[in-house]
């Protein structure tokens, strides 16, 4: 529906709206579509604007009976503002909504249209809603008429949506005011309000500021710097405010208990933080919320824990807190996702106390081992619900190990056979991977959490050994485990899984699943038992697929050091395995083990560069060309710089210089982005450089995937005159902001200024705006723009004025007005559709003057 | 910084899981909320992920929820032994990038799904403990499973129902922050809703009641058993109740108390969970527990419950309690020999229980044989019938124990070959490890004995209601293991 489809989908919704003929049933759900879709609809700020006003238009004209479409129409109306990004001062539309949803809200007759006052009273909540949305997204929109809406609040009206919009307003005002330092005067005085005059933005204008990216934060009560530490109400004022809360929350058991739920979290951090401001109020409510099983208000009771601490919870209200939270974590009557989510708040709940760093998963100090014990996990459990018991059951071990030593059944040994359980199911021919998978994360949960127990691993390295006998297609489970595992739990386990391998007749069905469980644990030592299994093996070996497995073990010992018995077996491999191409490999890697020193071996083994050249056949065919393989790592014989910026197609494109200190042949040059900012790159190939001669610029085409600046990793590797293969880091490139800026195409004579400032309007619904202060240097402005701006410059009026659009790949643009320039400096007005390249843009600016 | 606490969702989902097909599975239904979505790109910033399209978020939600066909091959992002998710709360990978946080879950079939609003940066991850959208986002889906399952019994009936959701969310989540959970009622209240809303009422509660005010008060309670026959290892046994109450009243803000009652020697309730509207609730009953060892100090009622009743049916409260028998007693004996299993079952009804059943049955399935080939049976009481190509015995006790009230079964069964598509696997029994499961329902009947006397309900300021009260007793995961093989155990079996 985006693009062009869009748009004439939202002219024809907005004219069908309009059209006597249709039903309201069929406007309805056109407007669903329109609360949906918006910015599909009406992409930018003038449609939505425009779009708006028609909604509102019908609004209005709507005949004085009742109609299902006010409601939508006004839900509608509010997402559109929204979406278009048009909400403000500066929009008719909105100017005209939200004195209308206020005089809604507050029951006035607010009009014709809307039929006698009795009927608006159904929209009385809807428009309490949409402005609850429009605070949100712009909050202190409703600063002005928060005294309006308390005292609505305690005449008549839908309590829920009046409460919710209260206490967000509320919120959003104290921390807006404490920024600015204002005070609480009149904030809450009732019968001032905006209803007659115009719109007060004030506060939303302060308030646009802080809606940015945010660092994540769930404050421990302990730690400062909360938002409104700056705000010290005067006594009457902290008076008013607690009335207003009190008044909030004794009313809150008429709100559904989700909205309980989100008004106790606005409140809680609302007070949090307001100095002399008691959470004692919340007492009261506690009791009964505790008594529900409503995840929405036992998760909002956490909050209002880790917001106040013990300023609200005694010791004893955390220990209740506990034992109902305990207690819904495994109640029948509940559905397992809130099991689930209650055993997750077990693990992370916030204490009074606070031991352990934040964030890591404990068992609180309060949980003692009976009500631990009354959740523990079993095999009748989910495998979500097992894995998050034995969490727990790992974490009550960890306390328990000094006592209970003599006990038959400690939770120790529960432990153990739970996993038993586990591998018992898992070992089952014939039983879903799923199993498989669940006894691997569960033997992973207890390694991890109980590093270091003998008592718990021994028992774990046997069984899963033991698994794997029962069950050889279990080997990837295995490797899996064993590359995640810490080595005190994997090297043993590596040792047994081999001697389970070796000791045992070689049979065909498992064969590939032992192999790929050798290529893992084979290591140098107890090698004669490996060989032989490997040589038995080979027989075996009758497929493509199969050889391959087998030579990957060979590779495997090879990297662990090789040893006489294996140049022996890779000897009989390379005259005996089926496949030319298996047999290709065998004879490479005996030359290798034969011809190799131990430390040019692991070079020559390098996965991630000798391994494209080891599959080549080729080198069977001259033995003597071993020795190109290795690879040589050697300081770098090449310069490599970036050169001037030059456009060429639709991508940016990075000119670069080479300059070579020794003759080199087929160089070539990979490059690699750090942090995925761009596309991976190709790699630049040259035959032949050599000192002295000039080489040919080189062009490496960009592919961002944001607008931003980033270096690039540069490897080379290349062949030496003497036929060797080299490998070299090079020192990191950077490419710069202005690297990728690309000129839009140019207009046609005539058009420029319409062009450019429909480019300068279609930015501001998404994106920002900013002003930069641009120094000019002894050369004017004349001269910085044509060094460092002329290719993108779409109108000129020198030496003072230029208009200038640049392309930022991969989809944004950053447009400039640099217009009345003066001696030491030019004023730069600046838009772009894509807030995050604002800072890069300034910074680009005010660097200009130093750089030629 | 400022911290909003909107409290929102980006997208709701439902997903029917059709195994088998090509995509296995299907959007149902989707919602997506711009608004919200706008503020989303704000604080989340360079970590913001855009809610996908249908097609992939179908694709990559399938895939985390293992529940794409084949997991016949080892798949490391899927099967790694580190990918432990504990949680109903998964991060989707989607082109290079992750959604997350996606509350999702499956029940009956169909996947609920959605995204909450996080109002700062994803990276790195709050905890989720610290977003308030988790469990709005859940609460959300639970109210949309309820509307779905509720009484209904076809496709066409859920199709019917999917149909009226756009209109019902529309009310019940207009801008993706949530209002009301309970949609359901939504519905319910649809067909007179107020003209005028005067003050004090509940947002829970719409429209008011006219007519003959009664009250109506159902116990039902589910027993559920383990039971090994083993030296080694305790059975266990639980009672879980459900008292449901609707209450037809006139007036808004009626308040009513009605008290649950125990007779002597009764087993006290613990483990209460009362529905939002009860008002208040004694400290007792707040920490009565079925994690503390029961003694006779233990509060035992009445079990007062202050409310304000909301129009339609609700669950007043949830309990659970440990009475000092389980109601029927009963061992399980099964032995391969050579070919053939042997068994043997009996079971005993403790004299205490009400010998008049609704109906009673205990199931007998061999899981991962084959078909029954052969049975020769003697039952002491009841009649047998056989299920053969399923592999299960239903021993049909009917209404009543004999005098005795103890009744025995011994046979021996044979079976043939195993074919996988017609037996399915199941995961724990394994080997000799077998249960028999026990299925009844006795009415007018509680195993605490736990009753609602007519005479202590308070109905304040409304004229005195008629009051109906129910009981029953029904079974639920009643467990009798096979005593001669290895069985699940939990940890209280081992303790007790």
Redesign the interface.
């Known amino acids: 529906m985006a693009g062009a489809d869009g748009e004439d989908l939202g002219r024809d919704l907005l004219s069908d709206l309009r059209n006597e003929k249709l039903t309201e049933q069929t406007k309805v759900s056109l407007l669903?579509l329109s609360?949906?879709?918006?910015?599909e609809l009406w992409p930018d700020a003038s449609a939505a604007e425009a779009a708006a006003t028609s909604l509102l238009d019908v609004l209005v004209l709507l005949p004085p009976r009742p109609s299902a479409l006010r409601k939508?129409l006004l839900?509608a109306a509010?997402?559109v503002l929204?979406?278009g990004?048009v909400l403000g001062s500066t929009s008719g539309a909105s100017c005209r909504l939200l004195p209308l949803l206020l005089g809604l809200a507050s029951g006035r007759d607010v009009g014709r249209g809307f039929g006698p006052i009795?009927?608006q009273?159904?929209l009385?909540?809807?428009a309490c809603?949409?402005l609850?949305?429009l605070e949100?997204?712009k909050?202190g929109l409703l600063g002005g008429s928060l005294g309006l809406l308390r005292s609505l609040l305690g005449?008549?009206?839908?309590?829920?949506?009046l409460s919710l919009l209260l206490a967000?307003s509320l919120?959003?005002s104290l921390?807006?005011q404490s920024r600015s330092g204002a005070s609480l005067q009149g904030l809450l005085v009732s019968g001032f309000s905006t209803g007659s005059g115009p719109w007060d933005w004030t506060l939303a204008e302060e308030?646009a500021a802080?809606?940015?990216?945010?660092?994540?934060?769930?404050p421990t009560p302990y730690e400062g710097g909360c938002?409104l530490a700056a705000l010290e109400p005067s006594p009457e004022e902290a008076r008013e405010l607690r009335a207003a809360v009190a008044q909030l929350l004794d009313a809150s058991?008429?709100?559904?208990?989700?909205?309980?739920?989100?008004l106790l979290?606005?409140l809680g951090?609302t007070l949090r933080g307001l100095r002399g401001q008691p959470p004692a109020l919340f007492k009261p409510q506690l009791?009964?919320l505790?008594?529900?099983?409503?995840?929405?208000?036992?998760?909002?009771v956490?909050?209002l824990k880790?917001a106040f601490g013990e300023a609200l919870f005694t010791a004893q209200d955390e220990a209740?807190l506990l034992?109902?939270l305990?207690?819904?974590a495994q109640?029948?009557?509940?559905?397992?996702?809130?099991h689930?989510?209650y055993?997750?708040?077990l693990l992370?709940f916030?204490e009074n106390w606070p031991l352990g760093p934040e964030?890591e998963e404990a068992a609180p100090l309060l949980l003692g081992p009976?009500?631990c014990?009354?959740l523990?996990?079993?095999?009748?459990h989910d495998p979500?619900a097992l894995?998050?018991r034995l969490?727990l059951l790992c974490l009550l071990c960890a306390e328990e190990e000094e006592e209970d030593k003599g006990q038959l059944?400690s939770p120790w040994q529960?432990l153990e056979e739970l996993l038993a359980?586990l591998r018992?199911?898992a070992a089952?021919g014939?039983?879903?991977?799923?199993?498989?998978?669940l006894c691997?994360?569960a033997?992973?949960?207890v390694a991890s959490c109980l590093a270091g127990k003998t008592k718990v691993l021994t028992p774990l390295i046997h069984g899963l050994a033991q698994l794997y006998r029962a069950r050889p297609m279990l080997a990837?489970?295995l490797v899996?485990?064993l590359d995640?595992v810490g080595p005190e739990l994997g090297e043993p386990l590596k040792r047994v899984l081999q001697q389970e391998v070796v000791s045992r007749p070689v049979r065909n069905e498992a064969l590939r699943w032992h192999l790929q469980m050798l290529a893992k644990v084979a290591e140098g030592d107890a090698q004669t038992a490996t060989l032989s299994f490997l040589q038995a093996a080979a027989t075996h070996c009758i497929d493509w697929s199969l050889q391959q497995a087998l030579l990957r073990v060979c590779l495997a010992l090879l990297q662990a050091g090789g040893g006489n018995g294996l140049t022996d077996l890779l000897q009989v491999l390379a005259r005996q395995l089926e496949d030319p191409d298996g047999r290709d490999h065998a004879r490479l890697y005996y030359i290798l083990l034969a011809h190799l020193a131990g430390p040019k071996l692991g070079i020559a083994l390098d996965p991630s560069l000798a391994a494209p050249a080891l599959a080549s056949s080729l080198v069977a065919e001259n033995q003597g060309f071993a020795v190109t393989l290795m690879v040589q790592e050697t300081p770098a014989p090449i310069q490599l710089s970036v050169g001037p910026r030059m456009l060429k197609g639709s991508l940016p494109v990075l000119q670069l210089q080479i300059e070579a200190l020794e003759p080199i042949y087929s160089l070539e040059l990979r490059f690699r982005v750090e942090g995925?900012l761009y596309a991976p790159l190709g790699a630049i190939r040259v035959p032949y450089l050599c000192p002295g001669r000039p080489a040919h610029p080189l062009f490496l085409p960009l592919k961002p995937r944001?607008s931003a600046p980033a270096h690039l990793e540069v490897q080379a590797l290349y062949s030496t005159p003497a036929g060797l293969t080299c490998h070299a880091p090079l020192p990191p490139l950077s490419v710069n902001f202005e690297d990728l800026f690309l000129p839009f195409p140019q207009p046609p004579d005539g058009v420029e200024q319409g062009f450019f400032e429909k480019l300068w309007d279609s930015c501001l619904p998404k994106g920002a705006e900013s002003r930069v202060w641009c120094p000019l240097g002894p050369q004017g402005l004349e001269t910085l723009v044509s060094h460092h701006l002329e290719p993108f410059v779409i109108m000129a009026q020198p030496p003072t004025n230029y208009h200038i659009a640049i392309r930022l790949p991969p989809s944004s643009m950053l447009l400039l007005r640099l217009e009345a320039a003066q001696v030491d400096g030019v004023p730069v007005a600046l838009r772009t559709d894509d807030w995050?390249v604002l800072p890069l843009a300034g910074d680009y600016l005010r660097g200009l003057v130093g750089t030629k | 910084m400022l911290q909003p606490l909107a409290m929102a969702l980006r997208a709701v989902w439902l997903i029917r899981h059709e195994p088998g097909t090509p995509l296995c599975g299907s959007v149902r239904f989707s919602r997506r909320y711009p608004t919200v979505e706008k503020r989303a790109k704000i604080f989340n910033g360079v970590s913001y992920v855009p809610v996908p399209e249908d097609g992939p978020f179908l694709k990559a939600l399938l895939f985390e929820l293992k529940l794409l066909d084949g997991d016949k091959d080892f798949v490391g992002s899927r099967d790694s032994c580190s990918h432990i998710n504990k949680t109903s709360i998964y991060g989707l990978p989607l082109g290079g990038e992750e959604l997350w946080p996606v509350v999702a879950f499956l029940r009956n079939g169909l996947i609920y799904a959605s995204v909450p609003l996080v109002e700062q940066t994803l990276s790195p991850r709050p905890p989720l403990i610290s977003i308030s959208g988790i469990s709005q986002g859940l609460q959300l889906l639970f109210g949309i499973q309820d509307f779905l399952y509720l009484s209904q019994k076809n496709d066409g009936e859920l199709n019917t129902k999917l149909s009226q959701l756009p209109d019902l969310l529309l009310q019940a989540c207009p801008f993706g922050t949530l209002l009301n959970a309970n949609i359901q009622n939504l519905l319910d209240n649809s067909n007179f809703a107020p003209v005028t809303q005067p003050q004090k009422q509940p947002a829970w509660k719409a429209g008011t009641y006219k007519g003959k005010p009664q009250v109506s008060i159902s116990i039902a309670e589910k027993v559920k058993s383990m039971q090994y026959d083993k030296q080694d290892v305790a059975d266990t046994w639980q009672v879980v109740g459900a008292v449901t109450c609707k209450c037809d009243l006139e007036g808004i803000m009626t308040n009513v108390t009605i008290s649950l009652s125990l007779p002597t020697n009764g087993s006290p309730l613990q483990d209460i969970l009362v529905h939002p509207c009860v008002t208040s609730l004694d400290s007792a009953m707040l920490t009565s527990s079925s994690i503390d060892a029961v003694d006779d100090s233990a509060f035992s009622g009445p079990y007062k419950f202050p409310f304000t009743p909301p129009s339609e049916s609700f669950n007043l409260c949830y309990y659970t309690s440990q009475v000092p028998v389980p109601p029927i007693l009963g061992f399980y004996q099964m032995k391969e020999e050579e070919v053939q299993l042997k068994i043997a079952v009996n079971l005993k009804l403790h004299e205490s229980v009400k010998n008049n059943f609704e109906f009673c049955e205990a199931h007998i399935p061999f899981y991962n044989r084959g078909p029954i080939t052969h049975l020769e049976y003697k039952v002491s009481f009841g009649q047998l019938e056989v299920f053969r190509e399923k592999g299960l015995l239903v021993w049909i006790i009917g209404q009543k124990f004999p005098k005795s009230m103890e009744i025995s079964l011994s046979g021996t069964v044979t079976f043939g070959a195993k074919s996988h598509d017609k037996q399915p696997f199941d995961q724990i029994c394994i080997g000799g490890t077998a249960y028999v499961k026990l299925h009844f329902r006795i009415l007018d009947y509680t195993l605490t004995g736990c009753y609602a006397d007519q005479h202590s309900v308070q109905v304040f300021g409304s004229g005195k209601p008629k009051i109906s009260t129910h009981q029953k007793l029904i079974s639920s995961d009643y467990y009798i293991w096979n005593s001669k093989a290895p069985a699940p155990v939990t940890y209280g079996s081992l303790f007790l």
């Open positions: 669903s609360l949906e879709y918006p910015s939508p839900l509010t997402s929204v979406t990004g009795s009927e009273r159904p009385q909540a809807t809603e949409c609850r949305e949100s997204c909050p005449q008549e009206g839908p309590i829920q949506p967000l919120r959003d921390v807006i308030g802080h809606l940015i990216p945010q660092a994540p934060s769930w938002g058991y008429l709100l559904t208990p989700v909205a309980q739920a989100q979290w606005l951090w009791a009964r505790l008594g529900t099983a409503q995840l929405t208000l036992l998760h909002a956490l909050a880790a209740l034992r109902r305990t207690l819904a109640h029948p009557s509940l559905p397992l996702p809130t689930l989510f055993l997750h708040c992370s916030p964030g009976q009500l014990r009354s523990m996990p079993s095999l009748l979500m894995l998050a969490h059944q529960y359980g018992q199911r089952v014939g039983s879903p991977r799923a199993l498989a998978t691997f994360q033997s992973y949960l990837p489970h899996d485990f995640k995925q944001r995050a």
